[in-house]
Structure formats: C-alpha cells, structure tokens
C-alpha cells in the first residue's frame, strides 16, 4: 500500500472542489515542515497516553518515558505539549466512558487504519479515536495546528473517515448514527457534527462520481480557499489567473479613487498579498535550493549584522576599560507567554500568574464586517459623547 492515498482525506475538501488538483499536485514533492513533525509528535503522545490509561502496563510506561526523551520529544515535548493534547486524551476518555455507561460492549479504536475505497479510489486513512457503543460510532481526530482553525461540521475528512469505519465496523455492529468530533485544542477546542447512517452514506454517493473524475485528473480547475495547502499553487496558471483577475477594477473616475472602491479593493487585498508573498517565497527558495534562475532576477547576499565572536571576552573588556555591569547588561527579562507556558504549562501559569496578567485592549484594526468580533468602540468618540450633565464636576 502507497504510504499516500492520491486522494488523500485530508486534501478531499481540495480535491472535491477542484477535483483535477490531487494529480496536478502528485507532479510536486512533499515539503516537510516543523509544524507537520510536531503534529505527529502530539498524535503519538496522545495515543501513548490513551493506551496508558485504558491498557496500563510497563511497557505503554516505558513507551511514553522514550518518546520523551526521544530526539523529537526533547524537541517538541513540553508541558504546553501535554496539556494541549490531554484535551483530545480526555475528550476520547470522556466519550469512552459514557460509551461504556451506555453500552459495556462498547469498543475503543486507537490510529484505526481505514479503507474507504467503496467510494474514493484507493482511498485510506487513520482514525485518531474510533469509538462504538449501542448504534453509535464515533470519530475523533485531533488537530494540533493553530493557524487555520478547522471544524467538524460538513468536514469532507471526518466524513471520509467515518464511511472507513462504518465500513469496517457495521459487518460487527449495528450503527445507525455517526458523531464526528474535531479537538483542536490550540484552535477553537472541541466542535461535533452528527449524522444518521443514510445521511453519511448518501454524502458517500454524491462524491462518489466526484472522487471518480479526481482520480482521473478530470474536471475544471477551480481556485478558492481550499488553494491554500495546494502544493500547485505557486505554478498553477488557474490560481494566477483568478488572483490576477480579482486584481483588476474597473474605476468609475480617473483620478480619484472612490470609497466604494477602496473598499472593493481591500476585500482583495489580504488574498492578493498573501497570494504574491508565497509566489516570492517559492522562487526564492528554488533559486537557493535548486539554483533555478529566473528572468530578471539574481540572489544576492542579505542584510548582515555584526555579531560578538565571544560576548563575555566582550563584556571584560568594557569592564576593564571602567563601564559599570549595570550600563553593560541588558536587564533580565521573564520569558513570554509562549516560552513560559511551554516550560510551566498553560492551566499551572495561569494560576501561578493570576495576579499579575491583565489583557490589554487591542489596537484597531480593519477587518471585513462579517468578522465575528464586536466593532471597536473609539474611546475618543465615547469621551466626545459626554454630556455636561454627566460630565464628573470638579
Ligand atoms: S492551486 Fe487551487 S486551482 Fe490550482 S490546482 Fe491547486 S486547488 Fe486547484
């Protein structure tokens, strides 16, 4: 078996919306990222610790000791690392137990190898958490990411990993709804979406024919969100085209440009940046990793700091020379938010630190109106508002 399905569950909402994608980006090779390797870290440390609470012995216990002293467990483990992902350990502990409650047959599924083939050609995955009790299965898959938040409701993924396992699990046990979860714990936390046995199953047929014409490389190609994790994007002419398109305003004046116009173009703005920062850093990197050349275009050597060869050598001789420690040395400064928690742990900082944390506001700043945030409140404006009568005498 391909250590990767072409069309892979977790680029299905990639692949069903541009469906000649998965062949166009098999052309392109895997880019490993840090975000990637520790996100498999978690998912390791979250089933070591699942199976040491169901299956204790000594050999889960030495397990979890190794993975932490591992090469990558020195590099990833933390106390950040761990509360994030007992989040997804209790929320499977959670579920298990009441499933048990309801059901004492009730069976636990840990990295689940699953085959939904029936409907997307050499289609498989894992299952982070499969659970089944009295016609209930439930999936759940942890999301360690924390820049795109990512949600279970009408998740192409969770659905193609559900029919895996229903097709699995049904010739066992009889199942007649589905509950998919999403812990995302750095995220948004916990979201579920729940479905009837035909509601999943009928999601099954209609992407069926979808799945079909991406294996085949069929179909339109069709830019949108999902081109965001394309490993095409940089070279995909539909994504240029699209992004050069949205570009292009018609202006009602020559001279000036209108409000209604600004606001057209900075509805654009964010994607079209974002769209032209990756083309630069896809064309630097190729320049400096593959010595591509590109028309018009040469590497040359960055800005440069000075740096100190050896700084205590340094400060002797400031000391010598008869400048005082206190003018030398920088102050001594607490580690941020991020580094402490990953030293202390998130829930144990914030009560060590409880006193003395306050947020805040922030500085404005300009979104779209469909932003779930409350429109900012101009403290000027408030100020302007007082009226003499409830201006404070003095
Ligand atoms: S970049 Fe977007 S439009 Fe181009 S192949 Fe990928 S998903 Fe399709």
Not at 27 to 41: C, H, I, L, N, R
Not at 152 to 158: D, K, R, S
Not at 231 to 237: N, Q
Not at 294 to 303: I, N, R
């Amino acid at each position: 078996m391909a250590a990767h399905a072409l069309l892979a569950p977790s680029a299905a909402h990639r692949w069903l919306a541009c469906t000649p994608s998965a062949k166009l980006e098999a052309k392109f090779p895997d880019s490993k990222s840090e975000y990637a390797d520790e996100g498999t870290f978690a998912h390791k440390w979250g089933e070591l610790q699942l199976l040491n609470f169901f299956e204790p012995s000594a050999e889960h216990e030495q397990e979890l000791a190794t993975a932490k002293q591992s090469d990558k467990g020195k590099k990833y483990w933390s106390h950040g690392l761990e509360e994030y992902v007992d989040e997804y350990v209790s929320t499977v502990t959670n579920k298990f137990l009441e499933a048990q409650r309801r059901d004492s047959a009730a069976t636990l599924l840990l990295e689940q190898e699953l085959d939904m083939s029936q409907w997307v050609p050499g289609g498989f995955g894992h299952g982070d958490a499969v659970i089944v009790s009295d016609g209930l299965m439930e999936i759940i898959d942890l999301k360690y990411g924390q820049n795109v938040r990512v949600v279970a409701g009408n998740n192409p993924q969770l659905r193609l990993y559900a029919l895996g396992a229903w097709q699995e699990l049904s010739l066992v046990y009889d199942i007649d709804r589905v509950a998919m979860t999403i812990v995302q714990p750095r995220n948004g936390g916990v979201s579920s979406e729940e479905l009837s046995i035909e509601e999943l199953l009928g999601w099954g047929d209609a992407i069926k024919p979808i799945a079909a014409q991406a294996m085949r490389g069929d179909g339109a190609f069709v830019p949108g969100k999902h081109c965001t994790f394309c490993k095409a994007k940089e070279r995909c002419k539909a994504l240029a085209d699209y992004e050069l398109e949205i570009a292009k305003t018609q202006f009602e004046d020559v001279t000036l440009l209108s409000d209604k116009e600004i606001s057209v173009m900075l509805n654009q703005a964010d994607e079209i940046i974002s769209y032209l920062n990756n083309l630069k850093k896809y064309a630097a990197r190729e320049a400096i990793d593959n010595g591509k050349e590109w028309p018009g275009w040469k590497l040359v050597a960055g800005k440069s700091n000075r740096k100190l060869t050896d700084p205590a050598k340094a400060a002797e001789i400031l000391l010598k020379a008869g400048y005082a420690e206190s003018d030398i040395y920088k102050p001594r400064e607490v580690l941020g938010f991020t580094e402490m928690e990953k030293l202390v742990g998130r829930k144990k900082l914030a009560t060590l630190w409880n006193a003395v944390i306050i947020k805040p506001p922030g500085n404005p700043t300009l979104v779209p109106e469909s932003d779930e945030r409350p429109t900012w409140s101009n403290p000027k404006e408030d100020f302007d508002e007082v009226t003499d009568e409830e201006a404070i005498p003095f």
